[in-house]
C-alpha cells in the first residue's frame, strides 16, 4: 500500500486526552493511515479510566496500572500516534491554523500547525475561593495522581474524611472511604444527595449511606477551612459549625473548560459548552469538538445540554476523530443515562427528571412500580423501584429513574433504549424481554412499569401521586378526600395515611356500604396492585370520583421522607 505523499499529507491535532480525546485520535487513525495525529495532553496520563479512580482509593480496583488504559507508547506502537503530555495548549491561532503549546517539564514554547483541530479539553472542577481550601490535604478525584495521593493518606493512618459534594463521584468517594474503615461525613449543599434524581428516588440511597456508616450533613454548604499551617483541620459550614477530620474530598461540581476555545473565537452554546453542529464541528472551519467540553442536543427535550458523561464523549470523539480524518459520521445527541452504586443499593437515571420535565414545558404522568428483580418463588429477588415520566397525550416515555439492588442497570438500559427509540408506554407492555426465574419475571419490572403507566394512558385508572395525596390532606377541605388502605391488618402496623380507613381488599365488596360513594375517594396499598384492583371494583360499583396511590405506601413512606 502506498502511503500519503508528504505534500499531501493532513495534520490533525487533538487537545486533551482521556475518554474524547483518546477516541477521537484512534478513530482519525482508523479513517486515515497517512495522517500525522498529535495529540497534546497537559495532564501526565492521556488515557486512564477516570471512572475508576473511587474504586481505585477503596482498593477494589487494587493495581494503578489497571487504570492506565493507554500509554503514549502504546498509542505509537498500535495507532502510530504522536502523544505529548505534560504539554499545555495556550493558544489557538485559527487563521494560520496553529496551536502553541508549553512543556510543563521545561518551559519551552512549542507551535505546530493544523489542517484539522480537534478540541477535548473537557472540563474543570468548581474550586470556590474560600479560605483554606488550598490546604495539600483538601483533595480533588479527578486524576490518577489525586487518587494515589488519597490512598496513601487512608493508607497512612487517615481516620476521619469529609467529602464535600453529593454527586456521583462524591458518593463514589463516600462509598469507597467507608468500605476501607473511615468515619465519613458527607456535605452536600442541595436538599438531597444526587441532586439530578427526583428527591424521593434517593431516599435508598440516603439510608444505605446511613447503614454505612456514613453522616449526611444535606442542605448546608461550606464556608472555608480551619488550617494548622498548610494541613485543613475542619471544614466550616454555612450557618456555622465546623466538622474536624484528616483530610477532605471536594465534588462540588465541574464546569466545560471552553477558555481556550473562547480565546480562538469558537461560539459557546447556552449551557456553556463549545457550541457544534450533529459532525461536531464548531463554528470555526477546521475545528472539532468532543467530550465535557462541548453541548449536545439533550433527544427528549431537545434543547442544548452539558451531559458530561464517558459515554457520550467516547461517541462524540470517535465522531470527531472520524470527520476530522474525512469521513461522514453523526452523534445525534444525548440524555444523560447514568447509573451509580452506594452500598447495596444502586441509583440509575435517563432522560428526564420531574424538574427537568417543568422547565422544558411538559406535561407529563408519573407512576411508580416495586417489583422483585426475579421470580419472587426463586430465592433472592430483591425489590426495585421504577419512576416513569411520559408525555400526557402521547404516551411517550420522557424518562425513568430505577432504584434498588440487583438488576437496577439491566431496566435502566432497556428504558433507555426506549426512550432512544421513541417508544410510548403502550410499546412498554408489549416488549419481549428475556425471561428465567433466577433472571426476572414472566411480567418483568420494566414491563409491569409499562402495564401501569398505559392502563393511566388509555383511561383505565386515575392514579395520584403520593405529593398529590398530600396536598389534598394538607388543604384542610371539608369534607376531605376518604382515604381507603385495602392492605391487611398486619400491614397497617408499617404505618399508615393519616385518616386512612382500613378496608382490607378480600373484604371490599361486602363493606362497600362503609364508604360515601358520592366523596372523593383515594384507594392505597403497599404498592399499588391491589389497590388498583379495589380502583376497578369501586368504579364499577357507583363511585365516580376514585383515584389510585400510584407507588401505594411504598412510595408514600419515600415521599414523606424526602421532604425538606
Known amino acids: 500500500m502506498s502511503r500519503t505523499p508528504e505534500a499531501d499529507r493532513k495534520t490533525i491535532i487533538v487537545v486533551g486526552g482521556v475518554a474524547a480525546g483518546a477516541s477521537a485520535a484512534a478513530k482519525a487513525r482508523r479513517e486515515d493511515e497517512g495522517a500525522e495525529i498529535i495529540v497534546f495532553e497537559r495532564g501526565e496520563h492521556v488515557s486512564f479510566a477516570n471512572c475508576g479512580l473511587p474504586y481505585f482509593v477503596g482498593d477494589e480496583i487494587k493495581r494503578r496500572g489497571a487504570l492506565l488504559l493507554q500509554t503514549p507508547a502504546s498509542l505509537k506502537s498500535r495507532f502510530n500516534l504522536d502523544v505529548l503530555t505534560r504539554h499545555e495548549v495556550t493558544e489557538i491561532r485559527p487563521e494560520a491554523r496553529q496551536v502553541v503549546a508549553r512543556d510543563l517539564r521545561t518551559g519551552a514554547e512549542v507551535v505546530r500547525t493544523y489542517d484539522r483541530l480537534i478540541l477535548a479539553t473537557g472540563s474543570r472542577p468548581v474550586v470556590p475561593p474560600l479560605e483554606g481550601i488550598g490546604s495539600r490535604n483538601v483533595k480533588l478525584l479527578r486524576t490518577v495522581p489525586e487518587a494515589e495521593e488519597l490512598k496513601e493518606m487512608v493508607g497512612g493512618g487517615a481516620r476521619r474524611a469529609v467529602v464535600v459534594g453529593a454527586g456521583f463521584i462524591g458518593l ?10 473511615l468515619a465519613v461525613t458527607v456535605v452536600e449543599k442541595a436538599a438531597q444527595v444526587l441532586p439530578p434524581f427526583d428527591p424521593e428516588m434517593v431516599v435508598p440511597v440516603e439510608e444505605s449511606l446511613r447503614a454505612m456508616g456514613v453522616e449526611l450533613v444535606i442542605g448546608r ?4 477551612f480551619e488550617t494548622n499551617g498548610d494541613v485543613a483541620v475542619g471544614v466550616r459550614l454555612d450557618g456555622g459549625g465546623t466538622i474536624a477530620a484528616d483530610f477532605f474530598v471536594l465534588s462540588i461540581g465541574a464546569r466545560p473548560d471552553v477558555e481556550l476555545a473562547k480565546k480562538a473565537g469558537v461560539a459557546i452554546g447556552p449551557s456553556g459548552g463549545i457550541a457544534v ?5 464548531t463554528s470555526v472551519p477546521g475545528i472539532y469538538a468532543a467530550g465535557d467540553a462541548v453541548e449536545v442536543r439533550h433527544l427528549v427535550s431537545g434543547r442544548p445540554a452539558w451531559i458530561p458523561l464517558a459515554g457520550p464523549a467516547n461517541k462524540q470523539g470517535r465522531v470527531a476523530g472520524a470527520n476530522a480524518a474525512g469521513g461522514s459520521l453523526t452523534f445525534k445527541g444525548a440524555y444523560g443515562t447514568s447509573i451509580v452504586r452506594v452500598g447495596k443499593v444502586a441509583a440509575a437515571k435517563t432522560g428526564l427528571g420531574e424538574a427537568e420535565c417543568l422547565r422544558a414545558g411538559f406535561d407529563y404522568t408519573v407512576t411508580y412500580n416495586h417489583h422483585g428483580d426475579h421470580a419472587g418463588y426463586y430465592p433472592g429477588a430483591e425489590e426495585l423501584t421504577i419512576k416513569i415520566i411520559s408525555e400526557r397525550g402521547t404516551g411517550r416515555l420522557l424518562g425513568a429513574q430505577v432504584v434498588g439492588g440487583r438488576g437496577v442497570d439491566k431496566r435502566a438500559d432497556v428504558l433507555a433504549t426506549a426512550i432512544y427509540g421513541g417508544l410510548t408506554v403502550e410499546d412498554l407492555e408489549q416488549l419481549d424481554l428475556a425471561y428465567a426465574p433466577p433472571f426476572g419475571a414472566a411480567k418483568d419490572p420494566v414491563i409491569m412499569a409499562g402495564m401501569t403507566t398505559a392502563n393511566i394512558f388509555r383511561g383505565q385508572v ?3 401521586t403520593p405529593a398529590e395525596v398530600a396536598r389534598l390532606i394538607e388543604a384542610g377541605r371539608s369534607p376531605g378526600p376518604q382515604v381507603v388502605d385495602v392492605r391487611d391488618p398486619r400491614e397497617w402496623r408499617e404505618g399508615t395515611i393519616p385518616g386512612a380507613v382500613g378496608l382490607p381488599l378480600p373484604e371490599l365488596r361486602e363493606r362497600l356500604g362503609e364508604l360515601d360513594p358520592a366523596r372523593e375517594t383515594i384507594v392505597y396499598c403497599r404498592g399499588g396492585q391491589r389497590s388498583y384492583f ?6 364499577q ?7 389510585n396511590l400510584t407507588g401505594g405506601f411504598l412510595s408514600w413512606t419515600a415521599f414523606q421522607k424526602s421532604r425538606p
Open 172 to 181: 463514589e468517594a463516600a462509598e469507597n472511604l467507608a468500605r476501607r474503615g
Open 221 to 224: 454548604g461550606i464556608a472555608g
Open 277 to 281: 453542529n450533529e459532525r461536531l464541528e
Open 462 to 464: 386515575v392514579a395520584v
Open 534 to 539: 379495589a380502583y376497578r371494583v369501586l368504579r
Open 541 to 547: 360499583s357507583g363511585f365516580r370520583d376514585v383515584k
